[in-house]
């Protein structure tokens, strides 16, 4: 026997149904209206050289009345130092309203004795009611100290509403980048060959890459006089002939009894005209030397740096950078028997502290300081004080004698455990001569932490609307059965 539906149970289920969808599209309306407050670093990215500063804001995006806030921010020490917090203008609305600021920073070690580098701030306004919207919360001031980036890390952060209720908010880091300092360089780094003799000749380039504004330069190079002498320097045109003519001027000069080369290139336009960029400055050709076949002072042949020295650069507001940092790379000859070397030399990592699934970036620098190009394979491995887990590894990795390479590397940490992870890279060369530098630990600790998923609003909404539908439903129902 079918059941038979009265006219009124019709209209009420069509009534619920339209409850239900009312409550689905408000709540999506909602979600789609609601605005997580942000606190974030602004720029994200900065780039600078060492020796420079930089000021980043600290910002606060789609606030609600906001009445208090306090933050912090680390780094890592030995890439920059803080120089000045200063408040902004977010809360004082442009000093219209008076506001209680605090802030300190500690560059190296605290008053305890520990070593930090962080920033801390804190603001209130002095009256009700909070402010809304967007703008700056604070501003900090940074000087780079070192060639190596740094994140910077913002944590502990704090926002309260004029009730002294905690706003809900996300955060956003930053990081430094480091534009690299001009830099002369011998090129090739390195000249070995065991089969050149006595009035065998070679020829290196003095290269210089990074530079901005150059309108002059000045270098010394020394060799040792026992294996070498100094034949020929040859000026190239990147000072003499830029693409925008200018008058510049070159001279040379050869020191046999020192074994020295002096080169001078140097602006006389008026007005003068700078160049950038990355070119051969110089070419110095070399004779090796010496009484027996090989040369050298027991006739076997010999070695020799080949050493630049107060190298000067000069720009167009007049300023002289005077053994510039890093210092320049040196040259090296060799034409007695050589090995096979292959020197892991440096890890870069950014950033180090990362929540559960997200990357980590790695550069690994390796130098083949042997006297044969070579191939060789290159492991990265994450480990802590208990397991040691391959991140990465590459095979057949060429790389020519004197020559070294960037090898750079992406962590994806979401298969990671939360805690602190070491980085180790190994090289390996099945007939290396020196295993000792074939490995290389990174100096800091990579934090991974434990990532916190907000819930979408618009599920929280829809959950609330499809509980309103049923709670109702559930009145109906018992109004009906407790009829008789």
């Known amino acids: 026997m079918g059941c038979k539906l009265s006219r009124k149970v019709i209209w009420l289920l069509v009534l619920l149904a339209l409850v239900f969808f009312q409550s689905l599209f408000l709540s999506i309306q909602v979600a789609s209206a ?10 994200a990215t900065v780039t600078k ?16 009345d906001l009445y208090t806030f306090a933050f912090a921010v680390k780094w890592r020490g030995a890439s920059m130092d803080a120089v000045k917090i200063e408040e902004g203008d ?9 506001t209680f600021f605090i802030q300190y920073f500690v560059n190296g070690t605290d008053p305890s004795g520990v070593e930090a580098d962080y920033a801390t701030a804190g603001c209130t306004l002095m009256a009700k009611p909070g402010v809304y919207g967007d703008g700056i919360l604070a501003t900090i001031t940074f000087k780079v100290e070192s060639v190596e980036g740094t994140a910077i890390d913002l944590y502990d952060t704090e926002l309260y509403d004029s009730r002294n209720f905690l706003i809900g908010h996300g955060v956003s880091d930053g990081h430094l980048n480091i534009l690299q300092p001009p830099k002369l360089s011998v090129d090739p780094s390195a000249v070995i060959n065991e089969t050149m003799m006595v009035g065998d000749s070679f020829t290196v380039n003095v290269t210089i890459t990074n530079v901005v504004d150059l309108l002059g330069l000045r270098f010394n190079m020394t060799y040792d006089t026992s ?9 190239h045109p990147f000072l003499t002939e830029p693409i925008i003519p200018w008058e510049a001027e070159a001279t040379w000069e050869i020191i046999r009894t020192h074994g020295t080369v002096r080169v001078d290139i140097y602006s006389s336009a008026d007005p003068p005209v700078p160049v950038s960029g990355n070119a051969t400055v110089a070419e110095v050709t070399f004779q090796i030397v010496g009484e027996s076949p090989k040369g050298g002072k027991d006739g076997k042949g010999g070695t020799s740096v080949l050493y630049i020295y107060h190298s000067e650069l000069d720009d167009s507001i ?20 050589t090995k096979h070397d292959i020197n892991v030399r440096r890890i870069v990592a950014s950033p180090v502290k990362v929540n559960k699934g997200d990357t980590v970036f790695m550069n690994v620098t390796v130098k083949n300081i042997g006297g044969f190009d070579e191939t060789f394979n290159l492991t990265l491995y994450y480990e802590t004080s208990v397991e040691s887990n391959i991140l990465d590894n590459r095979s057949d990795i060429a790389l020519q004698s004197g020559k070294e390479t960037i090898q750079q590397f992406e962590w994806n940490t979401e298969q990671v455990k939360a805690g602190k992870y070491t980085i180790r890279a ?49 009145v109906v129902v018992w109004r009906l059965r407790k009829k008789p």
């Open 34 to 43: 609601l605005k997580v407050a942000k606190i974030f670093v602004n720029p």
């Open 49 to 64: 050289g060492v020796g420079e500063s930089f000021t980043v804001e600290i910002r606060i995006a789609d606030v609600e």
């Open 90 to 98: 977010f809360l004082s609305g442009g000093g219209v309203f008076k």
């Open 227 to 235: 294996i070498l002498n100094a034949t020929q320097v040859s000026i």
């Open 318 to 337: 007049a300023r002289t950078v005077k053994n510039h940092t890093p210092p320049a790379q040196n040259g090296y000859f060799s034409n007695v028997a």
């Open 426 to 474: 190994v090289a390996s060369l099945a007939q290396d001569d020196n295993l000792v530098n074939n490995e290389r630990i990174y100096e800091t600790l990579i934090t991974v932490e434990e990532s916190s998923n907000p819930i979408d609003p618009m599920i929280l909404y829809a959950v609330a609307g499809a509980i309103i539908v049923v709670a109702v439903i559930g």
